[in-house]
């Protein structure tokens, strides 16, 4: 594919901060976006500001339904030439706090949708012999952090995932990525971001003060569905401020 060739990009999660804003940048580029969620509202909302976009709704922790959803994709456009994973939750709680159903559903909504989506979408990218995947970690799964037990074991799956993906269908030209970011300024975010006292916090644990915007991650994620990083596989990228790797010199 001709790194000036537009592609047809289906983003899961496309109602999220990170999901939203992937799809802008991929619409200011040319390509033809197309997005699902179960938040309708998101969706009539995105659409409205964005009516280029071609939504569908699905819950993606629905294996029979996210198929389905591919299937009527492929019927429209044909092909898929990259698929970005934006689903996921925070759940931050120690082990002994989390009850069983809680543990059901971060593991659901995280690593198990993210196996539903990769079984649907290589499905059909196998047949292309090309394509890219992207999953979302966090760094979490990378370092230490108190209380994320649940949510690093889960994002953790989705790397390990990742890893083996990227070796399955290395051979029929299809590339598999995750990136893994710290705490972002999404809606998903909100109970954080919201208060002060909490925001601060987190700003102070990251070496660089501050916290990521979806943008940020957005951009990183864009190229790795493009052409121009059609030599990258496997790969676990880490956009946290330096949490996960430096300890910053303290101000005296």
Known sequence: MNISEHKTVVIGGITGGIGSALAEQLCRTGDRVVGFARNTP??????????????HSCDATDPEALSSCFEQII??????????????SIFIKPAHLTSTEDWHHTVLTNLSSAFYALR????H??????GSCLFFSTAAAQVGIANHEAIAAAKGGIEAMVRSAAATYAPRGLRINAIAPSLTDTPLA???????KMLEISKRMHPLGDIARPDDI???????????ARFVTGQVFTIDG???TIVPKPKI
Do not use: C, F, V
């Open 125 to 130: 990218m196998s047949r292309q012999s090309r």
């Open 218 to 228: 957005a951009n990183l994620a864009e190229w790795l569905l493009s052409a121009s």
């Open 190 to 196: 909100g109970p954080m971001t919201s208060n002060p």
């Open 242 to 244: 330096g949490i996960s």
């Open 75 to 88: 019927a429209t456009h044909g092909q898929i030439d990259a698929y970005a994973h934006a689903i996921g």
């Open 42 to 55: 998101g969706l009539e909302a995105l659409q409205a500001r964005h009516p280029e976009i071609e939504i």
């Open 120 to 123: 649907a979408a290589t499905k």
